[in-house]
């Protein structure tokens, strides 16, 4: 199955973007049976490839960032399929760390919407945003044949259009929190109903003891879909060092006793992530005769993920927490940096927070007034047509606010150079709230450095 690449030159990187854009995300998702569809009119670009399919609340793109580091450092080729993407719309889509080529991205978008507009002329819905990037995702990866792909949902799990994929060598569920409720439910066990969709009959499942009532509802769905279970628990690993230069811990795996694995940054949650890639790829390469204890360690040792506590400046931290899970996650982080360092103590520790229009952030919001840990909040509108303005946003920020100083920022700019490149030597600074926040100030960034 070959991309045609000549019809790339009739559309600019600008122009499908645009033409994403303009179809929904979240609501009237296609049915499986329709994604199926598609994927037969394509000749079924799923078939042949060893998938991992990737699902939970948080987490996830950590997760499937470490364990294709993991496969490669293996010797295997593995494809990536993420989402969001950070900076460019191309990093949803790699192999081995390189991202789908500006040709080859082109290419499949004209060829999935010239199929979607086949398609609606025979009955068919068009695809949607996630759906027709996924498509093109199973087309690329059917090109160019990596040993492994390895793929994240988009929203949920039991419908999410990768799910349409049937065989999977394993299936891998992150720590399962309250978020998107109107889509997904409004109890831990509700979304870990929809996110457990993913399991399948004799395809190993990794997890979490915890939360419990999620963990129960998990258990019963492999159960009865006679899927192998691996649990992971917060018992089998041990912080041995965090500071900063990266975190260090032992793990002690269903395989082996006292994995050695260091991570890069300080974001204390990643050794929760970093276990459950662990599991997942020991099963995988025992299952391939490469398991090695080693090869596991290198892998997560050299996975970076942009935009996750990351260091983006000497005391400059950035983070795609988002949701209250992703919240106390930040909070539990920041709170150790402070701890450990003589800027917190005699400096400002800010907050630089923004927010999408349609989703109530009063639950994040008090969590991060009421933890004591920020001086200074700060309210930022990101660019975008979701974004909430900053006057509403430091509205909110009122509510809960004892004690902190709120400010506004007229644009993510105007809050890089205020409180990021104006800050003082002694304060230390972090922005979360939205990954599209994260994603415009990271690239600002580094467009000055």
């Known amino acids: 199955m070959s991309i045609d690449r000549h019809k790339q030159t009739a559309i600019s990187m600008r122009e499908a973007e645009d033409y994403l854009d303009s179809t929904p995300r979240f609501t009237n998702k296609s049915s499986l049976d329709n994604i199926r569809k598609y994927l037969a009119r394509f000749g079924h670009p799923e078939k042949g490839l060893k998938i991992v399919h990737v699902a939970g609340t948080n987490g996830k793109g950590s997760v499937c960032s470490q364990i294709a580091s993991c496969l490669r450092e293996a010797g295997f080729s593995t494809g990536l399929f993420i989402s969001p993407h950070l900076s460019v719309i191309r990093e949803r889509i ?3 760390g390189e991202m789908i080529p500006e040709e080859d991205f082109l290419a499949l978008f004209s060829r999935v919407k010239q199929e979607c507009i086949s398609a609606a002329e025979e009955g068919l819905p068009h695809l949607l945003y996630f759906e027709m990037l996924f498509m093109m995702a199973m087309l690329w990866f059917s090109e160019k044949k990596p040993d492994y792909v390895v793929l994240e949902t988009g929203l949920g799990g039991r419908l999410d259009a990768t799910n349409a994929v049937e065989e999977k060598e394993a299936a891998v569920i992150t720590r399962i929190g309250l978020d998107h409720t109107a889509l997904l439910g409004d109890t831990e066990a509700e ?3 929809e996110k457990a969709g993913i399991l399948r009959s004799n395809c190993p499942a990794v997890f979490l003891t915890e939360p419990e009532e999620a963990y129960k509802v998990i258990l019963k769905r492999a159960g009865a879909v006679g899927a192998p279970v691996f649990e992971v628990s917060a018992d089998m690993w041990k912080v041995n060092r965090a500071d ?17 694995i260091t991570l890069r940054g300080g974001a204390l949650y990643q050794c929760e992530n970093a276990s459950l890639a662990a599991t997942a790829c020991g099963i995988l390469l025992r299952k391939e005769g490469r398991y090695d204890p080693g090869t596991i360690e290198r892998g997560i040792g050299k996975c970076f993920w942009p935009g996750r506590l990351e ?3 000497p005391h400059v931290w950035i983070d795609g927490a988002h949701n209250p899970d992703g919240i106390r996650a930040l909070l539990e982080s920041a709170g150790k940096i402070r701890g450990r360092n003589d800027h917190g103590e005699n400096g400002r520790m800010i907050l630089l927070f923004s927010c999408v229009s349609d989703k109530d952030y009063s639950k994040e919001l008090e969590m991060i007034c009421r933890s004591g840990i920020f001086t200074d909040l700060v309210a930022v509108p990101m660019t975008g047509k979701r974004a909430l303005d900053a006057r509403s946003l430091r509205q909110y920020m009122n509510r809960y606010s004892s004690g902190m ?4 920022a007229a644009s993510v700019k105007e809050a890089v150079e205020r409180f990021i490149n104006g800050r003082d030597l002694k304060d ?3 922005a979360a709230g939205s990954l599209y926040l994260i994603g415009e100030m990271r690239s ?4 000055q450095q």
């Open 444 to 447: 600002l960034i580094l467009s």
């Open 94 to 96: 790699s192999i081995d």
């Open 244 to 260: 900063d230069n990266g975190i260090d811990f032992s793990l002690d795996s269903r395989y082996d006793k006292n994995l050695r």
């Open 405 to 408: 100083m709120i400010h506004e």
């Open 428 to 430: 230390l600074v972090f």
């Open 191 to 193: 979304i870990a109903a």
């Open 311 to 313: 260091e983006i400046l």
